[in-house]
């Protein structure tokens, strides 16, 4: 069975950083490209960040602005997001997913995300 559990949300002030992390089992997720999605109060879902699996190319929301690093972790079957300089804005729920490469658009499993809430 496959499962991605995000974890590392929680509540931060303005200005302060977070570490998400996405745990994978049942897959290798080395194989995959895994993006971090965000569903924001009054938005639609978005695209955050990905890292592709063939050579560890990132790619960022035009909001991120340098403020976020996606990353993984081969030997822990894991990714990360390093979120830095949050603002009220990035407050939502988190959601790790993959698929075959960054921007394919067909996600083929995903967590069942994790809240970040930043206050002003």
């Known amino acids: 069975q496959v499962q991605l559990v995000e974890s590392g949300g929680g509540l931060v002030q303005a200005g302060g950083s977070l570490r998400l992390s996405c745990a994978a089992s049942?897959?290798?997720?080395?194989?995959?490209?895994t993006t971090w999605f965000r569903q924001t109060p009054g938005k639609e879902r978005e695209g955050v960040a990905c890292i592709s699996s063939i050579d560890g190319t990132t790619y960022y929301g035009d909001f991120v602005k340098g403020r976020f690093a996606i990353s993984r972790d081969v030997a822990k079957n894991t990714a990360a997001l390093q979120m830095n300089r949050l603002e009220p804005g990035d407050s939502g729920v988190y959601y790790c997913a993959v698929e075959a490469y960054c921007m394919y658009g067909q996600y083929e499993h995903w967590g069942q995300g994790t809240q970040v809430a930043v206050t002003s």
């Open positions: 049942g897959i290798t997720l080395d194989n995959y490209a």
